[in-house]
């Protein structure tokens, strides 16, 4: 990692609510495209050696992402993001909730709130996500907060890939 990127992540478990702020050497547009477009999110999100595999993304209003983490002896763990809201570069909101196969939620979910900026070159992204059940973020907290920071590691060094094409 880039230590004079900035990078943030704190959990309010009173708010139920982590906050991750994270830099990126890479301009908005391809930052934007990381968290928007499957088939660059599916060579990222997934933190090693799990990989991730989109089955379907609409990415609209009321559009959904159906996807799974895949582990290497081939479990899948299926999930479901429906997205609420769109501002074109800069903020996307959405409902993330694990499913089954058949893309039933298992809820409660969460609410992830993305917003992006950028300043000469270096595109910050914050991102706000709360959780609709203490309980449910207490059972996930340490291995999404180990596979959280594992995912923005590999976007960063995928971004470094792309930002050379």
């Known amino acids: 990692m880039n230590p004079n ?10 708010a139920k609510t982590v906050y991750i702020t994270r830099e990126f050497a890479a301009d908005l547009s391809l930052v ?14 997934a933190p090693k050696p799990m990989v991730a595999k989109t089955k379907y ?6 559009g959904k992402r159906f996807y799974a ?4 002896d081939g479990q899948a763990r299926w999930a479901i993001q429906e997205y609420t809201s769109i501002t074109p570069k800069t903020n996307f909101k959405m409902h993330n909730a694990f499913a089954d196969e058949n893309e039933k939620p298992e ?4 609410k992830w709130d993305h917003t992006f900026s950028e300043k000469n070159g270096t595109t910050k992204v914050s991102i706000t996500i709360y959780n609709e059940s203490l309980e449910r973020m207490e059972r996930i907290l340490d291995g999404f ?3 959280m ?6 976007l960063e060094n995928l971004l470094t890939i792309l930002s050379k094409k």
Do not use: R
């Open 32 to 45: 934007w495209d990381a968290f928007t477009k499957a088939e660059i999110i599916d060579q990222w999100i």
């Open 5 to 14: 990127l900035f990078f943030d992540f704190t959990v309010d478990k009173s």
């Open 69 to 72: 983490m895949i582990s290497p």
């Open 57 to 62: 993304q609409e990415f609209k209003m009321g």
């Open 149 to 154: 920071k594992m995912s923005l590691s590999n």
């Open 107 to 110: 809820l409660p979910g969460s």
């Open 145 to 147: 907060t180990q596979g």
